[in-house]
Nanobody
Framework: QVQLVESGGGLVQAGGSLRLSCTAS????????MGWFRQAAGKERDFVAV????????AYSDSVKGRFTISRDNAKNTVYLQMNGLKPEDTAVYYC?????????????????WGQGTQVTVSS
């Protein structure tokens, strides 16, 4: 049974930083691309960042490029999202997702497994 467990969310002031973690089990983590998505209240789930199975390739949404950094540690079955310069519009539930294909992708339909999400709230 595949499990993705996110952690690290919370309340932070604008301009602050958070680091999200997602630890996976029940899959061959090192073969999966891993993505982060977010969903604000009343809105669709949107792509944030993705990292390929090897960590060589990454991609970001325009809204977070230059502020967020995705990374992974295959020895720990964990993917991270370092979020700096947070803005109130970054407030959302953040989801970790796994993609068996291993290559980067930005569409929610390209992902096979999802975590339960962690809330990030940025106050102004």
């Amino acid at each position: 049974q595949v499990q993705l467990v996110e952690s690290g969310g919370g309340l932070v002031q604008a301009g602050g930083s958070l680091r999200l973690s997602c630890t996976a089990s029940g899959l061959t983590f090192s073969r999966n691309a891993m993505g982060w998505f977010r969903q604000a209240a009343g809105k669709e789930r949107d792509f944030v960042a993705v990292i390929s199975w090897s960590g060589v390739s990454t991609a970001y949404s325009d809204s977070v490029k230059g502020r967020f950094t995705i990374s992974r540690d295959n020895a720990k079955n964990t993917v991270y999202l370092q979020m700096n310069g947070l803005k109130p519009e970054d407030t959302a539930v953040y989801y970790c997702a796994a993609r068996r294909a291993g290559t980067v992708a930005k569409d929610v339909t390209n992902y096979d497994n999802w975590g339960q999400g962690t809330q990030v709230t940025v106050s102004s």
